[in-house]
């Protein structure tokens, strides 16, 4: 089992940062890629951004630009540095790591944030 606990939501107006951390415990040297995704009202958990376990990342197009996703493997951390926030950016965030064995997906329990206009 690999548990993650979210922290750094909030509200920030149109244009402002934030930044989410994510920190992982349990077996975690089994952990592959992490990630970040995004759940808005009405609507699907849907990708931001993903790390893999050399640092390759990937983005959905809306983020590129404006959000970083970066890990720390020594400390079991990953991170999503978001700038230039807009209200369509309003959401429950939640972190995401990848078992490299049984392929299963952990996540967190969210972690709000809103951006007001």
């Known amino acids: 089992q690999v548990q993650l606990m979210e922290s750094g939501g909030g509200l920030v107006q149109a244009g402002g940062s934030l930044r989410l951390s994510c920190a992982a415990s349990g077996i975690i040297f089994r952990i592959g890629t992490m990630g970040w995704y995004r759940r808005a009202p009405g609507n699907e958990r849907d990708l931001v951004a993903t790390?893999?376990?050399?640092?390759?990342?990937r983005y959905v197009d809306s983020v590129k630009g404006r959000f970083t996703i970066s890990r720390d493997n020594a400390k079991n951390t990953v991170s999503l540095q978001m700038n230039s926030l807009k209200p369509e950016d309003t959401a429950v965030y939640f972190c995401s790591a990848d078992d490299r064995i049984s392929q299963v997906t952990y996540w967190g329990q969210g972690t709000q944030v809103t951006v007001s206009s």
């Open positions: 790390i893999s376990l050399r640092g390759n990342t």
